[in-house]
């Protein structure tokens, strides 16, 4: 399971993206506080709720879960729904609108969550370190469901491997298992020890930053040779703490935070989560205001008390929910059409519109 991360300020282009049925054949897995009858009462439904917090200028959150093909047996939408509502709760993504949109457009499995980051009570819900946050935790509810990681390293043959590509990958899976038990990087050197391998960290030679170097047997390879994504120093200091405890006394790095436990339910928290637990109690516990999409049956059924409630809290806007054309093709299959429908935020979905295909393809 691989996530990706997307926020924004307009809410229609993405909306209009996500639940577009022609292309992609859209359902939706489950909402919360939002009115489903088209594209537009969705997208009105979200701007209301963040008028609340007119501070807020992001306040269109959005992110994807992909499965990989191996996977694909697994993924009905009962248990994509499970881990994209379990995913939220680990991410503190609660007490908020969303919509849970699946796509059956590619051979991998993959679903679209677009969420209110002002939440119903008009506090902002945060994006710091998002992405970060992310990958720990969907490599957590990976090992935990026992799923497949995404394509690339993982599939590789070790087997076929040969002379240096053979150490390069060696390098790979030790980092790989370290990476699962260790939150520091005094922890990090000593486990890669342990495997056969010994970790330098030194100044680049240009003098611009930290480098790191593996070394195994004979052959000794840089973070960027051994994979550029995850095993440069800054990739993993993102995700280790302590690096100071490791480098000499005229190389410490300034402001070097000290690890510490970090609460998932803090949703303040800037720390960086290096590393994600996944148990039985954070798993999604069943909540009455979530709408659940029922294929069985063809319905769905509508959060109206959610809807007052929110429109409520800001008067006289709730009013805009209920203008406009309505006979945009229902969203329980996918809504299709373009903020050039009427439902707005065109300027700036239009500007977005190349950045934003780059991401979902």
């Excluded at 998002?130 to 935790?137: N, T």
């Excluded at 030679?205 to 800054?234: A, H, P, Y």
């Excluded at 429109?311 to 373009?338: F, H, Q, R």
Aim: proline letters at 3%; glycine letters at 8%.
């Amino acid at each position: 399971m691989m996530p990706k991360i997307s926020n924004g300020s307009t809410f229609g282009g993405i909306v209009n993206y996500a639940n577009e049925i022609k292309d992609k054949g859209t359902t939706i897995l489950a909402s919360r506080g939002v009115d489903l009858r088209s594209n537009y009462t969705i997208t009105q439904s979200f701007k209301i709720q963040a008028m609340m917090n007119p501070r807020v200028q992001n306040c269109v959150g959005h992110f994807a879960l992909a499965f990989p093909p191996q996977d694909a047996n697994r993924c009905t939408d009962g248990f994509m729904r499970k881990l994209a509502m379990e995913y939220m709760k680990k991410m503190g993504i609660v007490n908020t609108q969303f919509v849970i949109f699946r796509h059956h457009d590619h051979d991998h499995d993959h679903v679209h969550v677009v969420y209110n980051r002002v939440d119903d009570s008009g506090k902002t819900i945060s994006d710091g370190c998002d992405v970060e946050r992310a990958i720990a935790i969907c490599q957590a509810m990976t090992r935990h469901y026992g799923l497949h990681w995404s394509e690339g390293k993982m599939n590789v043959n070790r087997d076929r491997l040969k002379g240096k590509a053979k150490v390069k990958y060696a390098i790979y899976d030790a980092a790989q298992k370290a990476l699962t038990d260790t939150q520091t990087w005094p922890d990090f050197i000593k486990r890669m020890e342990e495997q056969g391998i010994q970790v330098k960290l030194a100044p680049r030679e240009n003098g611009k930053g930290i480098g790191i170097t593996f070394t195994m047997g004979d052959v000794s390879m840089s973070g960027t040779q051994v994979d550029r994504r995850t095993l440069t120093f800054g990739k993993l200091n993102k995700f280790l703490y302590n690096v100071n405890n490791v480098l000499p006394k005229e190389q410490l790095l300034p402001d070097e935070p000290q690890f510490n436990v970090v609460n998932f339910d803090d949703l303040e928290s800037e720390v960086l989560l290096p590393k994600v637990t996944f148990d039985k109690s954070d798993e999604y516990v069943e909540d009455s205001s979530v709408n659940i999409y029922d294929s069985d049956s063809d319905s769905a059924f509508f959060d109206t008390d959610a809807i007052a409630e929110t429109a409520s809290n800001i008067g006289a806007a709730a009013v805009e929910l209920m203008v406009g054309s309505t006979d945009v093709a229902p969203t329980l299959g996918g809504g299709g059409g373009s903020s050039s429908s009427g439902w707005g935020d065109d300027d700036d979905d239009e500007k977005k519109k190349n950045k934003r295909s780059s991401f979902h393809r």
